[in-house]
């Protein structure tokens, strides 16, 4: 999951494009990452010690491992460390890029470094995300501008998120969180949630990718948005609602659901409602949140 959205981060970036990024996921299943990578990517060793340690592999038979405790770079807990994480999914895609000549290792560091600059990241924090936590991931994209419910939301979001990699795809990323107040699409799922509080939830996009949502969900290929694909659509915002009602009773907070809802070519407006982009292999749709009716 981590390579999917520091691979989007490089895109937004510039340095590499949306054809190079395909290829780089897709090969970087079968790459082997060697110690210079995830000792950069641990933060163990720069991309100097690393081309050093390299220079010095060409003049000695010794292991990069090796060299690298000789010359006081790393100690041998930190290398039996980088060995029990060599195969880690997240580190692919940086080895993926210095074999394909696309970046060095001192632009992957700089890129890793910016990555975590430009969300925020701590260390601790970066761990969690290359985990693949959700609530991480959540925390570090979306900025709700200390809105008093931000943490409602997020928890929404997080769940939401969790159940689109279970049963949608896995190598989903989110984008920033919208504000927004008027905006159509041409299909629409809601559902209210009442209770103490009344939230109001949803997802939208295109026809075209909402069939192709349901057809993920229902494992059943659907050839247009018809009523079975409208009702698988409908049965996933149920499960997910059905399963953030339980979480909240958990902590003595009882809402229930009110029936679903499909309506095509449907404009939102509505004071303040959150829209966070989620992008599958497939296309993208807008997971709609917010305590204002979506009318």
């Known amino acids: 999951m981590f390579s999917v959205f520091f691979g989007q981060f ?5 340095l590499i494009d949306s054809e190079q990024l395909n290829k780089l996921l897709a090969v970087s299943k079968e790459t082997r990452v060697k110690l210079g990578v995830l000792a950069i990517n641990s933060g163990l060793m720069t991309a100097d010690n690393v081309n050093q340690v390299n220079t010095l592999q060409g003049k000695v038979d010794k292991r990069f491992g090796e060299i690298a405790i000789d010359e006081g770079y790393l100690t041998e807990p930190e290398l039996d460390l980088l060995l029990s994480v060599q195969d880690a999914e997240h580190l692919k895609l940086s080895q ?21 600059a430009s969300y925020g990241l701590t260390d601790e924090s970066f761990d969690a995300l290359k985990d693949g936590k959700a609530r991480t991931i959540i925390d ?29 795809d896995p190598n989903l990323h989110i984008d920033h969180v919208e504000t927004i107040d008027h905006r159509t699409y041409d299909t629409i799922i809601k559902q209210d949630i009442i209770g103490s509080k009344r939230i109001y939830t949803g997802f939208a996009g295109t026809s075209d990718n909402l069939r192709k949502f349901a ?13 079975y694909a409208q ?45 966070i982009p989620f992008h599958t292999s497939f296309g993208s749709v807008d997971l709609l949140i917010s305590l204002n009716p979506i009318a």
């Open 10 to 14: 490089l895109l937004n970036e510039g």
């Open 96 to 116: 993926t890029l210095v074999d394909a000549n696309i970046l060095s290792l001192e632009e992957v560091e700089e890129a890793l470094n910016r990555y975590k």
């Open 215 to 227: 057809s993920r969900y229902a494992d059943e290929v659907f050839n247009s948005l018809d009523d």
């Open 140 to 168: 570090a994209y979306l900025n709700f501008d200390k809105d008093p419910f931000e943490d409602l939301y997020k928890e929404y979001i997080s769940l939401f998120f969790k159940n689109m990699i279970r049963f949608i």
């Open 231 to 275: 009702d698988a659509l409908g049965e996933f915002l149920n499960l997910n609602n059905g399963l953030y009602l339980v979480n909240l009773s958990n902590y003595g907070v009882e809402l229930s659901l009110q029936i679903q809802s499909v309506e095509k070519n449907f404009t939102i407006e509505a004071n303040k409602v959150y829209a």
